[in-house]
């Protein structure tokens, strides 16, 4: 067992793990945050997308040796319930999601295509940075429309905070 | 997962330490493919020597007609550089097309190279520009550096270190991704140096990268994707696979081959 420690969504956190452990298993089981979830388990699917260090990476690919000492951020570190993430409420306001599983995912690849890509995007630009991401419920239009919408409002909120 | 004993050494030579150390180590870069594979039990080290971090392994730097990459350089670093997009935008191009964005934030050129899956992208970019690949022994053509399938010129314990591309005067890339992996079904790179010396570049297609003499002599005398008309490699030992047959792949690369000379312009 190797002893790992991080920083997620803020808190530092440790906890004793094999080598093997991968990041989503540590986040799931050893802290209990279930927000980032298991779709394929063969990298494909982008469901277990988290940040670490600030970059978007599959949690089912990596590590959780490999993200000691790193900084992590989960869907539990985006919005709270009462204030969502304005990601989240685009989402929420364009149907972006039925069955609800790959959203976790979706989330955290948006937030980091806005803040690699900025908030001028296009429709062709949103689908090909969700090539990681699979959705077997909504057919993405809906999803690409939040994506669109949530960069939009966040342009909106920069300009007026300017 | 079978078991396996992490080590994340400061620097190259800790690596090839603890590389030599191990029983059955291997090198641990972006993890991109190593990961998917030890879940799979395709693989199974006894050691991983943890390299994605290492200060010495990254960066991109630009001069003297050559962009130089560093092994441990993610495929979005290089997609986003603004030099690389400058000197050399077929290369920006052929990482950006890699994966998906998190594949891309992770995966090092560095891996990819020395992996050499048969249908990765960067194989054609080193043998199609011409590259030089430093590692921590020697410097090794890029023309050299491919032997097979899955299968380097690399020793027991050589790492990566850099990739020197030369600026060329035109580059290509045209790929046909797989529609779920992304891996290429066919992915060409073409390229005229500044001294006019042409190079066709083939991944995806065979059991390791491979260049089309007859397409560089056809560029050649006339850099123009009609001067490609007619000219096919034979199906006889390209892949065939669920996804196309051998012949369905050479008419690719033919057809791949003029996207890639349509877009260097």
Known sequence: MTKVTMTVNGRSVAGDVEDRTLLVDFLRSNLGLTGTHVGCDTSQCGACVVHVDGRAVKSCTMLAVQASGADVTTIEGIGTPEALHPVQEAFRENHALQCGFCTPGMIMATVDLIKRKGTDLDEATVRHELDGNICRCTGYHNIVKAVLSAAEKMAGAKAAAE | ?265
């Open chain 2, 1 to 265: 997962m079978y078991e396996t004993t992490y080590h994340r050494p400061g620097s190259i030579a800790e690596a090839a330490a603890m590389l030599s150390k191990a029983a059955d180590g291997k090198l641990l870069a972006g993890g991109q493919t190593l990961i998917p594979t030890m879940k799979q039990r395709l693989a199974s080290p006894s050691d991983l020597v943890d390299i994605g971090g290492l200060a010495e392994l990254q960066g991109i730097t630009v001069g003297g007609g050559t962009v130089t990459i560093g092994a441990g350089t993610k495929h979005g670093e290089v997609a986003g550089s603004a030099d690389v997009a400058a000197a050399i935008p077929a290369l920006g191009a052929l990482a950006e097309g890699i994966g998906d964005p998190h594949v891309r934030q992770m995966g090092t050129l560095g891996g990819s190279i020395a992996n050499n899956d048969p249908a990765a992208d960067y194989p054609a970019a080193v043998v199609g520009l011409g590259a030089t690949v430093t590692t921590s022994k020697r410097t090794i053509a890029g023309d050299d550096f491919f032997t097979g399938m899955f299968e380097t010129a690399l020793d027991e314990g050589e790492i990566v270190t850099k990739v020197a591309f030369p600026v060329p005067a035109k580059a290509g890339y045209a790929k046909f991704p797989n529609p779920a992996s992304r891996y290429a079904m066919v992915g060409v790179m073409v390229s005229k140096g500044t001294d006019g010396a042409v190079r066709v570049a083939v991944t995806g297609a065979g059991p390791c990268v491979f260049r089309v003499p007859a397409m560089e002599a056809a560029l050649a005398a006339n850099w123009s994707p009609a001067a490609l008309d007619g000219i096919a490699v034979s199906a006889a030992d390209l892949n065939a696979d669920i996804h196309g047959s051998a012949e369905y792949r050479a008419n690719l690369v033919t057809v791949m081959a003029k996207r890639a000379v349509a877009a260097a312009g």
